[in-house]
């Protein structure tokens, strides 16, 4: 009569253990080398997403004071600066580069100026602000006019929604064949 001998628990431990070590090690391998598995998705920086989520905010702060309506174009960064802290987030981090004080960068879209924040159907939807390819100070576009950052192989634009929130949207960009 044979009976089979089993390994004792603790050979048991160490061999689960050691194959739970392995795949630990391929899974940190696979996420190294192939990044899409964890959502390589387009991200503005964080100094992107704070400037952008203060002008919005102050925009909004603004419309609270004066009724719903949001800032008129020719003066709607101007008009919610008081809302704002001490650093003007009106000169967008990609631009500093330029050294240049009168860049700024950031654009109201130009159906939003003077709207009443109440009747955006959809604000979180509905893109307030955004990098511009204007770069004057209060500048106003369509979302025609916006400006891209090359991060990694796309290209993104910065965007505040009418209901406060911050995104990158990523967009393809189109080279005409001659």
């Known amino acids: 009569m044979t009976t089979e001998s089993q390994p004792p628990p603790s050979k048991i431990l160490e061999r689960v253990l050691i194959t739970l070590s392995i795949l630990a090690v391929v899974a940190l391998l696979s996420v190294l080398m192939f990044p899409r598995f964890v959502g390589d998705h387009p991200r503005p920086t964080t100094i992107d997403v704070s400037r952008m989520k203060q002008l919005a905010l102050s925009v909004i702060l603004y419309a609270s004071d004066s009724d719903e309506r949001l800032p008129l174009a020719p003066t709607w960064a101007d008009a919610s600066q008081r809302y704002r802290r001490d650093e003007d987030p009106t000169h967008c981090y990609h631009l500093s580069h330029l050294q ?63 209901d406060g929130h911050v995104k990158a949207r990523a967009f393809e960009v189109v080279v005409p064949n001659n």
């Open 100 to 162: 240049n004080p009168a860049v700024f960068g950031h654009v109201m879209e130009v159906g939003m100026t003077g709207r009443n924040l109440r009747k955006v159907e959809r604000p979180s939807e509905e893109p307030m602000i955004f990098d511009g390819a204007k770069v004057e100070r209060n500048a106003v576009d369509s979302l025609l006019g916006v400006r891209l950052t090359k991060v990694k192989d796309r290209h993104i634009c910065t965007l505040a929604f009418a």
